[in-house]
């Protein structure tokens, strides 16, 4: 199976075979050899372009270019993205990932410059301005199947939202969160195919856990409230849409919560059609 377990030396004789570089002299190995090489050096390949591409999405992300994400996304499957509550798919993505993330800036923008002189209302100039989210990619696991066209892949992920209500007094909220994700290759390139987010506890600065997060989803009273749960001040008229498929996938903390493995992590297989998926709300 397709993990990174490729030794230094291994790896830069395999980088040496595939450019060519390696001689006969030098290269004493059967076809078997040479093309398990070759497959170890090709995932080590795809390891890395897997953890580049999750790095541009959070630097993206950081900066409220929701749509600039999206085209990170596979363009010729079904895409899903999950959260603690459900999953939405497809289109509804598009809908709560893009759209309702260009309303809340703009209408935030406004009611931020009426505060604010200092701030105009001029999106193009201060898109987002005041607003920060920062991931930090952890503890990566991650494997590429055997066919070598998808990857599974599983991020702890501590960051915080960084926020103004009046374009004046900063506010923060800290999240611990975990991704698992499903990764396809489109045309020599890896894109993401799923997304599922746990939320294990988020909540503002000099608060407890025990508070909910400003803007957590109604009826919810733990502290699994994440970015994009509600529009936020100046931004309040605006209808935020629910999952495709409403489905509890995980739970936040509290005082009597019992830990489990959400999402599950990535485990060795051969084609994506064989094994589990994330954000499948579908069971």
Known sequence: MHSLRVTLP????????????????????????????????HTARDVQEIQNLMARRA?????????EELELW?????????????????????????????????????????ANPAIADDYAANRYIGQTVLHILSTPLIEVAEDGQ????????????????????GEGVNMWERYGVDFVREDGHWRFLHIEVITDF????????????????????????????????????????????????GESYTPTRVPRM?????E?????????EYADCRQ
């Open 150 to 169: 998808s990857a599974k892949g599983f991020w702890y992920t501590p960051g915080v939202i960084l926020s103004t209500a009046d374009g004046k007094v």
């Open 262 to 266: 959400e999402p599950r992590l990535p």
């Open 10 to 41: 291994c790896l830069a004789l395999a980088l040496a075979v595939i450019a060519g570089t390696a001689s006969a002299a030098t290269v004493e190995l059967g076809q078997s050899e040479l093309d398990h090489l070759r497959r170890e050096a």
């Open 202 to 249: 988020a909540y503002p600065f000099g608060g407890k856990l025990s508070d909910p997060m400003p803007g957590a989803p109604s009826g919810d009273a733990s502290n699994s409230g994440t970015e994009g749960a509600a529009p936020g001040p100046g931004a309040e008229g605006l209808v935020v849409p629910g999952p495709t498929i409403r489905r509890k996938l």
């Open 74 to 114: 596979s363009k010729k499957r079904e895409i899903r993205w999950a959260q603690n509550a459900g999953c939405w798919i497809g289109e509804d993505y598009r809908k709560y990932y893009v759209d309702i993330n260009f309303a809340m800036q703009k209408a935030q923008l406004k009611a931020l410059a009426a």
């Open 268 to 276: 060795p297989y051969s084609t994506l059609g064989e094994t589990f």
């Open 59 to 67: 630097m993206l992300h950081s900066i409220g270019h929701n749509e």
